[in-house]
């Protein structure tokens, strides 16, 4: 799977929009982007993820630009609840189902 | 309501003290796997199960032990467990193990193992 680069960390107002930023400049043609993001030491929780074209759900946003080189995740309206680390993996092909969660980013959510 | 659970949830054992944690989902999925978790470290792939009776290792299976008998199953059994081995456990579920894996992973809410 190619390699992702993710900011250590981020803070957010509540209320306001989140945008987390990932690099994955050897992406290839047949690979997804995804994003899941961990509360607390509890479970890994699917976000959403997207091939090229810009994709929104109920929780996110998904921007991923033309080169597909970086992609942006848009929290909206960021609440006290969305503290938590994300994980922006890239997967897809034959590299298997193993997920490569890597650092991600720490995003604190302030009053 | 749509889940994997593994149990227990919380465990504290001693060296050499052979121990299951168990792990099962509602969902009719194919595919599962054990994850281990620690700090700096992050998330590390242990064993995986395409399907019934078929299992292959992660990227750290050493000391680990796992079967599928069952679709919804997927135990993980420490044999001789080992300090080492304290770590926070997840498994997870995905529903195809059959052409682009791009399933969405459902992850259990994780297992504290501490071995003394």
């Known amino acids: 799977d190619a390699k992702t680069t993710q900011p250590p960390s981020m803070d957010c107002a509540e209320g306001r929009a989140a945008n987390l930023p990932c690099n994955h400049s050897?992406?290839?043609?047949?690979?997804?982007v995804y994003w899941y993001r961990q509360i607390h030491s509890q479970g890994p929780q699917y976000i959403i993820h997207?091939?090229?074209n810009n994709e929104t759900n109920e929780m996110a946003s998904l921007i991923i630009t033309e080169d597909r080189k970086s992609s942006t995740l848009i929290l909206p309206h960021a609440t006290l609840r969305d503290t938590a680390v994300y994980y922006c993996i890239v997967r897809g092909g034959n590299s298997g189902y193993a997920l490569n969660f890597g650092k991600g980013t720490s995003l604190l959510v302030t009053p | 309501e749509a889940q994997v659970t593994q149990n227990p949830r919380y465990l504290i054992t001693v060296t050499g003290k052979k121990l299951t944690v168990t792990c099962s989902q509602n969902m009719n999925h194919e595919y599962m796997s054990w994850y281990r978790q620690d700090p700096g470290l992050g998330l590390r792939q242990i064993y995986y199960s395409m399907n019934v009776e078929v299992t292959d290792k992660g990227d750290v299976p050493e000391g680990y032990k796992v079967s599928r008998k069952e679709k919804r199953n997927f135990p993980l059994i420490l044999e001789s467990p080992s300090p080492n081995q304290t770590s926070l456990y997840f498994c997870?579920?995905?529903?195809?193990?059959?052409?682009?894996?791009?399933?969405?992973?459902?992850f259990g809410p994780g297992t504290r193992l501490t071995v003394l």
């Open positions: 997207g091939l090229k």
């Open positions: 050897t992406i290839s043609g047949n690979e997804y």
């Open positions: 997870a579920s995905s529903l195809s193990s059959s052409g682009i894996n791009t399933d969405t992973q459902y």
